[in-house]
T-cell receptor, first 111, second 113 residues
Framework: NAGVTQTPKFQVLKTGQSMTLQCAQDMNHNSMYWYRQDPGMGLRLIYYSASEGTTDKGEVPNGYNVSRLNKREFSLRLESAAPSQTSVYFC??????????FGPGTRLTVL | KQEVTQIPAALSVPEGENLVLNCSFTDSAIYNLQWFRQDPGKGLTSLLLIQSSQREQTSGRLNASLDKSSGRSTLYIAASQPGDSATYLCAVSKSDSWGKLQFGAGTQVVVTP
């Protein structure tokens, strides 16, 4: 039982490059989330998916797209990376509004 | 817009003392409140979840209270240990958007042996 897994763990991009962050959960949860964590700003919600087939914007969605591939997987895509997107990205899952379980994070640097 | 504040930002206590961590929020129309722990370089670990209809939740040495009308929650950790050193974050969700957690900036705790 791995919980929430994220790949990659670290990534360095150049401005303008694109990439997809992958997230998978094995707890059969309906809801999944993407957050970013920045010093002094705390954790902020980027997008979430209340259930398979639905996605909704969070507090800071600009510059990102998401795909709920199936019940297990929720990916986050940066189409044209910017230095302002340098951050630590966390994926989480929950059974509806219950406790959220977090992955280990992806540390992204955009040069 | 919901604002979540955690004071103090940092706290250092000797081992064995009780820890008291505060969380305040501006909009009392919450769905639930969650307390998390984060170790350096790691993800968040859930500690306690309090539904809006509850006044407190307990798990082992941890006890969290909720006063929705005054917009406050307090996390108590009894008989602190060096292993309790971490950053503690609270987060609230609103009644009309339960999936959207709003986090405080956290309280960094150091327990000295």
């Amino acid at each position: 039982n791995a919980g929430v897994t994220q790949t990659p763990k670290f990534q360095v991009l150049k401005t303008g490059q694109s990439m997809t962050l992958q997230c998978a959960q094995d707890m059969n949860h309906n809801s999944m989330y993407w957050y970013r964590q920045d010093p002094g700003m705390g954790l902020r919600l980027i997008y979430y998916s209340a259930s398979e087939g639905t996605t909704d914007k969070g507090e800071v969605p600009n510059g990102y797209n998401v795909s709920r591939l199936n019940k297990r997987e929720f990916s986050l895509r940066l189409e044209s990376a910017a230095p302002s997107q340098t951050s630590v990205y966390f994926c989480a899952s929950s059974e509806w509004a219950d406790t959220q379980y977090f992955g280990p994070g992806t540390r992204l640097t955009v040069l | 817009k919901q604002e979540v504040t955690q004071i103090p930002a940092a706290l250092s206590v000797p081992e064995g003392e009780n820890l008291v961590l505060n969380c305040s929020f501006t909009d009392s129309a919450i769905y639930n409140l969650q307390w998390f722990r984060q170790d350096p370089g790691k993800g968040l670990t859930s500690l306690l979840l309090i539904q809006s209809s509850q006044r407190e939740q307990t798990s082992g040495r941890l006890n969290a209270s909720l006063d929705k009308s005054s917009g406050r929650s307090t996390l108590y950790i009894a008989a602190s240990q060096p292993g309790d050193s971490a950053t503690y974050l609270c987060a609230v969700s609103k009644s009309d958007s339960w999936g959207k957690l709003q986090f405080g900036a956290g309280t960094q705790v150091v327990v000295t042996p």
